[in-house]
């Protein structure tokens, strides 16, 4: 089991590039989450996916969007990037929204001259 | 919505001593309470929860406290050892059950 993949793990932008960050499980797990990571500030939650087919808004969702493509895959779009979007990216997935453990991916590092 | 304060920012200790750190939050209603550890351009990963129904869980040298009517937990490492030198993230749920996470502690093991 390779647990939650992500790619790409380093990404250097230009202000106004667009990207997606890929993310994919294979835990048979219903809700799927992306965080962001800056200094001091902890994990913020983007956008999560409480189960295959919904999507919603987590604390900073602005600037971002999401698909969940199926049940193992959920992707994070950048359409018109920022430097305030440099930060690192975390895919992660859980069972469901009850309150267990969440998995992550080994996390994406992207640069936004 | 949740807040969740968490100190110190940086801890240093001696290996074999002890590290303590202490989280407060703000949402009532959260009644769970998971800790990750975050190695060095590693993922985060979940080492100890706590749910409101227990005061203390312990697993190893780890345990976690949780006071509900004070609104703040804690994590206790005894005999510390180089190897939990990492970053450790509290955090909290709200009404919806997503986390909201601590702005993180960086512990230092000096051997």
């Known amino acids: 089991n390779a647990g939650v993949t992500q790619t790409p793990k380093f990404q250097v932008l230009k202000t106004g590039q667009s990207m997606t960050l890929q993310c994919a499980q294979d835990m048979n797990h219903n809700s799927m989450y992306w965080y962001r990571q800056d200094p001091g500030m902890g994990l913020r939650l983007i956008y999560y996916?409480?189960?295959?087919?919904?999507?919603d808004k987590g604390e900073v969702p602005n600037g971002y969007n999401v698909s969940r493509l199926n049940k193992r895959e959920f992707s994070l779009r950048l359409e018109s990037a920022a430097p305030s979007q440099t930060s690192v990216y975390f895919c992660?997935?859980?069972?469901?929204?009850?309150?267990?453990?969440?998995?992550f991916g080994e996390g994406s590092r992207l640069t936004v001259l | 919505g949740e807040n969740v304060e968490q100190h110190p920012s940086t801890l240093s200790v001696q290996e074999g001593d002890s590290a303590v750190i202490k989280c407060t939050y703000s949402?009532?209603?959260?009644?769970?309470f998971p800790w990750y550890k975050q190695e060095l351009g590693k993922r985060p990963q979940l080492i100890i929860d706590i749910r409101s129904n227990v005061g203390e869980k312990k697993d190893q040298r780890i345990a976690v406290t949780l006071n509900k009517t004070a609104k703040h937990f804690s994590l206790h490492i005894t005999e510390t050892q180089p190897e939990d030198s990492a970053v450790y993230f509290c955090?909290?749920?709200?009404?919806?059950?997503?986390?909201?996470f601590g702005g993180g502690t960086r512990l230092m093991v000096k051997p």
């Open positions: 955090a909290a749920n709200n009404a919806g059950n997503m986390l909201t």
């Open positions: 996916s409480a189960s295959e087919g919904t999507t």
């Open positions: 949402d009532s209603a959260s009644n769970y």
């Open positions: 992660a997935s859980s069972v469901g929204l009850e309150g267990g453990e969440l998995f």
